[in-house]
């Protein structure tokens, strides 16, 4: 359980730094109508822009993957029968409010119960 709180601090620790630094790098390269930009700084400010849209991208498809395993950890967890995953409503729970809970399930139990088929 270390490892998996020591995992999402990591995570979100990184997250959180890209997007403070994409901002930081938007604010400093905001477009203003009354200076005229030569060339390198207009070059620099696309390439920032175009910086910030792939991040944005790469984000948002890491929430939807991430989306998914959640609903398909979930679907995993209820379709399985008590007695072959004792604490059922536990690791709904976890699933639903842990971040990361899902892949927390995942390793400890999914794969140990799929070795045992």
Known sequence: ???????????????????????KVAAQYEYDWDYDYDT???AFGSLCCFGNIFVMICGGLLVLVLGAFNLWMLIDVIQRDEKVLPGKIKWILVILLVPFGSVAYYFMRKKTMDAMK
């Open 40 to 42: 390198a700084d207009s």
């Open 1 to 23: 359980m270390r490892k998996l709180v020591k995992i999402t601090a990591a995570a979100g620790t990184i997250l959180s730094s890209l997007g403070l630094l994409a901002s």
